[in-house]
C-alpha cells in the first residue's frame, strides 16, 4: 500500500518532553556534548536555547527526532546540531546529510545547524573503524552566536545553513583526512566523498533529487524488510510519501496500514523488544514527531498494489 499525504498547516503540543534540561554556559559547549543529547545552553544573561545534536546524518541511527522532541516544549529558540556526514571509517558507514531532513526541521520550528567533526578515536574494538568523534565546538559556538542576532524563522535560517553546505563538506573531508593520519585508520573512498560533495555544491536542485532518491531507495527497502520480533496483528507494510507548503517531501513506511469501511485509514509502528513488553521511551518519541506529521495530513490518497 502507498500512502500519499500534504501537509498545510502544523499544529502540536508536546506533552512528553523534557522539561528538567540540564544547563550550561556557552563556554562549557564541549561539556555538554560529552555529557548530555539534549541540554539547555545559556548564550549570555538574557538568551538561552534549547539543543539537541545528531549523532549521525541519517535520522534511523541514535534516535535523533526523540533528542529534538524533548527541546519541543521550550518556548524559545530550539536548534538542533546535525553533521555534515559521518565517516566511521572504512570498515564503518558513511552517512551524508539530506534536504528534507533540514526540511522537516523548519516544519517543526526548529534552527539547525550544519556542522562537522574534528576529532575521533580509533576503536579499540575494531582496527577499521573510528569512535568518539566531536564536533568543532568552536565552530558551533560562531553560529549559535550568529543565530542569536538573525531575526528571521527557522525556514530562512535552515535555507542559509545549506547555501554553505558545500564548503562545510570540503571541511569535514579535511578533518577526516587529518583523523586517519592521527587514528590509522582509512576513511570510506575519497573520489566517492568528493563527487557527494560537488553535488552539494552544484545546483540547489540536483542536491534535492540526489537525496530524495536516497530517501525513496531506503524507504523501500524498509517496506521488504520484515523484524522477526514485530508482532504484526493485522494490515499490511505501507510506504507514506508527505509533501508540505515549504517544498518538504517526506518519506517514511508503516509496519503495518489498515484502510477500514468508512476511508479511516490505521497506522501502527511495531519495534522490537527482545528484553521489554513495552517500546521504550525513545521509540515513543521518535513515533511522536511522526504523529506531528501523521495528524496534520489535510488530503490523503492510497494506492493499493494488488
Request: some cysteine; overall charge negative.
Given at each position: 500500500m502507498d500512502i500519499y499525504g500534504e501537509i498545510k498547516n502544523i499544529e502540536y503540543t508536546p506533552l512528553l518532553f523534557r522539561d528538567n534540561l540540564n544547563e550550561y554556559a556557552l563556554s562549557d559547549l564541549?561539556?555538554?556534548?560529552?555529557?548530555d543529547s539534549v541540554f539547555m545552553l545559556n548564550v549570555d544573561d538574557k538568551n538561552k536555547v534549547a539543543v539537541s545534536w545528531w549523532v549521525s546524518a541519517k535520522r534511523t541511527r541514535s534516535y535523533p527526532f526523540s533528542r529534538v522532541y524533548n527541546t519541543l516544549g521550550f518556548s524559545g529558540k530550539r536548534v538542533t546540531i546535525i553533521p555534515?556526514?559521518?565517516?566511521?571509517?572504512?570498515?564503518?558507514?558513511r552517512d551524508f546529510i539530506q534536504w528534507d531532513t533540514v526540511s522537516l526541521m523548519s516544519l517543526l520550528g526548529v534552527n539547525v545547524i550544519i556542522a562537522?567533526?574534528?576529532?575521533?578515536?580509533?576503536?579499540?574494538?575494531?582496527?577499521?573503524?573510528?569512535?568518539?568523534?566531536?564536533?568543532?565546538?568552536?565552530?558551533?559556538?560562531s553560529q549559535i552566536k550568529s543565530l542569536m542576532n538573525y531575526q528571521s524563522d527557522p525556514l530562512h535560517?535552515?535555507?542559509?545553513?545549506?547555501?554553505?553546505?558545500?564548503k562545510l563538506a570540503e571541511t569535514a573531508l579535511e578533518k577526516y583526512s587529518i583523523i586517519s593520519d592521527y587514528t590509522n585508520v582509512y576513511m570510506k573512498s575519497k573520489s566517492s566523498a568528493l563527487s557527494r560533495i560537488n553535488t552539494l555544491k552544484g545546483d540547489k536542485d540536483e542536491f534535492m533529487k540526489s537525496s530524495r532518491k536516497l530517501a525513496k531507495e531506503a524507504q523501500h527497502r524498509e517496506t521488504l524488510t520484515i523484524h522477526k520480533?514485530?508482532?504484526?496483528?493485522?494490515?499490511?507494510?505501507?510506504?507514506?510519501?508527505?509533501?508540505?507548503?515549504?517544498?518538504?517531501?517526506?518519506?517514511?513506511?508503516?509496519?503495518?496500514?489498515?484502510?477500514d469501511s468508512h476511508g479511516n485509514v490505521y497506522l501502527v509502528e511495531a519495534k522490537n523488544s527482545t528484553s521489554g513488553n513495552m517500546p521504550s521511551i525513545d521509540d515513543i518519541k521518535e513515533g511522536l514527531i511522526k504523529m506531528v506529521l501523521f495528524c496534520n495530513l489535510f488530503e490523503v490518497s492510497i494506492q493499493t498494489n494488488y
Open positions: 564541549d561539556l555538554a556534548f560529552r555529557t555534515i556526514f559521518k565517516d566511521e571509517g572504512i570498515g564503518g558507514d562537522y567533526y574534528k576529532t575521533a578515536e580509533k576503536n579499540p574494538r575494531f582496527d577499521d573503524k573510528i569512535t568518539n568523534q566531536r564536533f568543532d565546538v568552536d565552530y558551533v559556538i535560517w535552515n535555507l542559509k545553513q545549506l547555501d554553505n553546505i558545500g520480533n514485530e508482532s504484526i496483528s493485522y494490515g499490511e507494510k505501507a510506504t507514506i510519501t508527505i509533501n508540505n507548503y515549504l517544498g518538504g517531501c517526506y518519506y517514511f513506511t508503516a509496519d503495518e496500514a489498515k484502510v
